[in-house]
Structure formats: structure tokens, C-alpha cells
């Protein structure tokens, strides 16, 4: 059983950057792909960024193009984290940011993860 706890989150103003970070207990932490996901008010979970590992390709990573040159997703497998480098901030960033893990390799929907963290706020203001 994996469990996941993110960190980070809070207000910034439009054009402010924020690093969430992810971490992980209770897995292999390599063996999995880490994702972001993100959920607004009234609006469904959407995927953020995801990021793979093994010791051929090194780290895959893909994201959403919403948020493709202003964030990045990295991990680092020694600490067991993951994190979301979110540069360029929008009001439309404003949501609930959610890590999740799964043994498949960077997917990008929701009910590919069945591990999750409990989330964090994010608020851009104007």
C-alpha cells in the first residue's frame, strides 16, 4: 500500500510560481509513475503532469497542454518525492492539486492511479 502526502500549496499572485511537492511511503518508489492531477470548483480531475522511471529511458515525463513551459515535474527516487515546479501562474491554475501512483508507465487519466494523496490548495489571485 502506497501512501502519499503533498506539500506546498498556498496563495500567489498571476505570474507567481509555487513547488508543490509529493511524498511517498509503503512502495518501491521507483517502480512507479508519479502523477499530478488537478480539480477546480465544479469541475472535474484533470490530468496535470506525470512522470516514469526505469534504469533504460532514465525518467519519461508528459504533460498537459495547459500547463506544458510553465510547469515541470520531477522526482527524485533517493527521497521518494516527487514535485511540481509551477512557473507563470494563472487564475485558471487555481484548483486542489492531487499526487497519485501508478504501476503503469506515465498515464494520463484518472482511473489509472489507485493510489492518491489527500491534496493541496492552490490559489492564483488577480
Known amino acids: 500500500q502506497v501512501q502519499l502526502a503533498e506539500s506546498g500549496g498556498g496563495l500567489v499572485q498571476v505570474g507567481g510560481s509555487l513547488r508543490l511537492s509529493c511524498a511517498a511511503s509503503?512502495?518501491?518508489?521507483?517502480?512507479?509513475?508519479m502523477g499530478w492531477f488537478r480539480q477546480a470548483p465544479g469541475k472535474e480531475r484533470e490530468f496535470v503532469a506525470v512522470?516514469?522511471?526505469?534504469?533504460?529511458?532514465?525518467?519519461?515525463?508528459s504533460y498537459a497542454d495547459s500547463v506544458k513551459g510553465r510547469f515541470t515535474i520531477s522526482r527524485d527516487n533517493a527521497k521518494n518525492t516527487v514535485a511540481l515546479q509551477m512557473n507563470s501562474l494563472t487564475p485558471e491554475d487555481t484548483a486542489v492539486y492531487y499526487c497519485g501512483a501508478t504501476l503503469q508507465w506515465t498515464p494520463t487519466t484518472e482511473n489509472a492511479y489507485p493510489y492518491w494523496g489527500q491534496g493541496t490548495q492552490v490559489t492564483v489571485s488577480s
Open positions: 509503503g512502495g518501491t518508489f521507483s517502480n512507479y509513475g
Open positions: 512522470i516514469s522511471w526505469n534504469s533504460w529511458k532514465g525518467s519519461i515525463t
